[in-house]
């Protein structure tokens, strides 16, 4: 009767022991699941928000500037599960018409309609959230002119978007390109006017220009997170449980609607889930900016079983029966203990491997989203400006010439008219002076004389402009640099230089380039008061984050200091002489970066 008693007690005991050991294999590997499907929603949440940032970059949107953009991300092998971008523009009812027209005449040769587009659907209303460009190009009508305000339940949302700032979700998927088990959805995101400062409700709607939209297909987004999960016969069921809309347009509240299903098919997109006592399950959710997505995980137990596992319960009972009580206890502590201990460090190995890859892949493809803005950004100021220059400068000086032989004529014989012509002399001059300050501050054309004159340039107009004794020290004259650098390095002197002026309440300044060893360095250094404990992480404050990020884009590194005596001292250094194309992979693999001491 003894013997029978503990070899069943140990028999349950141990077969529960299995399938609790079991169950947190089980649990670890859909929560190492889990974290991989929040990873791929994050790069694709960064993909929208960096494409944000680089259309508010910019005083103008337009079609080429988005096209250029998305084109060098290519979004087929990097962002493989993203249909399309779209950006649609916010046009209040009275500049419907002149946005129309001016809409065909941008997309005529690129959209081919039988019918000129126009707002869909048709009808007044105060304003619209026009549907005006997507990348990659369409070649058919498709959603050209969707006024996406016309929808009461997305209008809602993105009206609510708008005025928070915030990334919206509407979880509803998109009918036009989902299929069964396929299914599509969107997240949008608002873009204000650049320059602007939206910290407030009003100056977010008196900002805002528009929404930029991203549709992707989730079993995309999915494809091999199950691959990764060693489980034979694991299924992966993801459920969107946040209020929606159907299909006819009708608000579901928070009923479940599936967005994927590994075990579906077209024919039958979410057949039943397993239950039973032969079958492990979990749910787990995920935060989907602002909507909860619950993923339903299911695995027959036999998986998750050895061969051992199987057995080990009825010798254990054998052990009971013999009376090794002791032993059986001493065994099933030693052997339970280093199986779970050799499990439990070689997942946390794994996942921590994983991890670290994962992250530097996100790093490098954040440095090459930044360093692809900050080039498109400076080749669109040096376009405008060259346009202003051959275009509105020519016209001036053409109305300039007019108006001086206009003066010359006059002179003597119509002295009230002679006087109003000298006037208007006076304002195209003023003008012209106008329009050669605007062109300097796009891109200042004595950075074609070198980097050097640049500097000296800068330094120069900063000293009148601002009365602050600078001194300017180089030992090398002019230095042959790529234009990219040149580039760069001109822009930290202007940050570096606007940061005086603001923070430091500086009276001199010492400005120093040197090249040493195929290393350009610039020193800027002052003597105000210093960086204050915290100052470099302020909220809200991006100067020394956009130094830095120059400088590490170039392969270089930043160092930032405050002298004992007060003042800032900003030191960049990065290689000019045989520097690669792209210096990021260099600067990762070796470690340069910034420091603050």
Known sequence: MLSTVVGGV?????????????????????????????????SYNDLLQSTGSMLQSGDVITHRKLHVYVAGLNLARNFPAVDSLNFAAHVPEERRSVFIEELRKEMQGRVQSAVPLDTVPPGRRPSYLIVSYIEPD?????????????????????????????????????????????????????IYASGT????????????????????????????????VPIKGLRMTLYDIGPGMDIHGNE???????????????????????????????????????????????????????????????????????????????????????????ALAQEMTSELRESQTKLQLSHQKLRRLADHAYQIKEMERKRIAREIHDDLGQSLLAL?????????????????????????????????????????????????????????WQV??????????????????????????????????QESLTNIVRHANATRVKVELRLNGGWLSLTVRDNGCGLPPGGRNKYGSFGLV????????????????????????????????????????????????????
Request: charged content about 20%.
């Open 460 to 493: 120069n107009q900063f000293q009148r402009r601002t009365g602050i004794q600078c001194e300017i020290q180089d030992d090398h004259g002019e230095i042959a640099l790529p234009d990219h650098c040149a580039t760069a390095f001109f822009r930290i002197l």
């Open 252 to 342: 579901t509240g928070s009923t479940p609607r599936v967005l994927f299903d590994s075990q579906g098919s077209r024919k039958n997109p979410t057949p039943p889930l397993a239950a039973g006592e032969s079958v492990f399950s979990a749910a787990l959710s995920l935060d989907f900016h602002g909507r909860t997505w619950q993923t339903i995980y299911s695995a027959p137990k036999a998986a998750l079983y050895t061969e051992l596992d199987t057995y080990y319960p009825k010798l254990m009972m054998a052990f009971g029966f013999l009376g090794s009580i002791l032993l059986y206890a001493l065994l099933h502590t030693l052997t339970s203990s280093r199986r779970a201990a050799l």
């Open 546 to 597: 956009g130094i830095e990020e120059r400088i590490v884009i170039l392969g270089g590194t930043c160092a930032v200091f405050s002298e004992p005596d007060g003042g800032t001292t900003v030191t960049v250094s990065a290689p000019v002489v045989g520097a690669l194309a792209h210096p990021v992979h260099a600067q990762l693999e070796h470690g340069q970066g910034s420091a603050l001491i």
């Open 400 to 456: 300039r010439i007019e108006a001086e032989l206009l003066a010359g004529r006059t002179k003597g014989t119509h002295s009230h008219l002679h006087k109003r012509a000298r006037a208007t002399l006076l304002q195209i001059d003023t003008t012209i002076k106008s329009v050669r300050q605007i062109i300097n501050d796009l891109r200042p054309t004595v950075l074609d004389l070198g980097l050097s004159a640049a500097v000296e």
């Open 10 to 42: 140990l028999y349950v005991v141990t077969a529960r022991s299995i399938e609790s050991n079991a169950y947190e294999r089980f649990l670890n590997h859909t929560k190492y699941a889990e974290s991989v499907i929040g990873v791929r929603v994050k």
């Open 197 to 228: 400062h939206p910290d407030t409700v009003d100056r977010r709607r008196a900002a805002y220009v528009g929404s930029l939209g991203i549709a992707f297909s989730v079993a995309k987004l999915l494809h091999g997170v199950m691959d990764e």
């Open 138 to 190: 369409l070649v058919g009508p498709g959603h050209y002119g969707t006024d996406l305000m016309a929808n009461r339940y997305f209008g809602t949302q993105l009206d609510k978007s708008r005025d928070e700032g915030t990334i919206y979700a509407s979880g509803t998927q998109i009918q036009a390109l989902s299929r069964p088990n396929d299914t599509h959805l969107g997240m949008r995101m608002p």
